[in-house]
């Protein structure tokens, strides 16, 4: 079975559609990520479940499943989490080794939240850089919204 042809470039696809979100992105260094929380920044976990019980969460961090998060966050969604304020802030999106947590930062500045950006190399360069993570409980469980 061969490729289609609409397929062929399928990986550098990929690689074009990443390049132009992170175009769009002041993307963060895990310790420059930290010391934006410090500074009143929100770090939105959306590694699934399986990976946060394996390997640890960053403590603070909110998390928000992907397949939610422009919901949870956007300001005017009825489906927002408290700290969705309004659109300037700081939302520091984080997955697993920051490729997908690209794109989501990218889909919400396209949403207007422009203050969104994400972890260069996420959570496992986050671990390596020797930063705060806590492990050996339970995941924690995904916030939903906030009722009014």
């Known amino acids: 079975m061969s490729i289609p042809e609409s397929m062929d470039e399928g990986p550098d696809r990929l690689k074009r559609l990443l390049g132009r979100a992170r175009a769009k ?8 990520a930290l010391a934006a929380t410090q500074a009143g920044a929100f770090i939105v976990d959306t590694r699934p479940e399986y990976q946060r019980r394996a390997d640890g969460e960053i403590p603070g ?7 939610h998060l422009e919901w949870r966050l956007h ?17 520091i999106v984080i997955c697993d080794e920051g490729y997908s947590s690209s794109l989501a930062a990218a889909t919400l500045q396209v949403i207007g939240l422009r203050r969104a950006t ?4 996420g959570f496992q360069a986050w ?8 492990s050996g409980r339970p995941p924690s469980t995904a916030r939903l919204y906030h009722r009014r």
């Open 25 to 32: 992105l002041s993307r963060l260094e895990p310790k420059e």
């Open 118 to 121: 994400d972890v260069v190399g």
């Open 75 to 91: 300001p005017a969604s009825e489906g927002r989490i408290r700290e969705a304020v309004h659109a300037d802030v700081e939302w």
């Open 127 to 134: 671990r390596a850089a020797s930063l705060p993570v806590v």
């Open 61 to 67: 961090a909110i998390v928000v499943e992907r397949n």
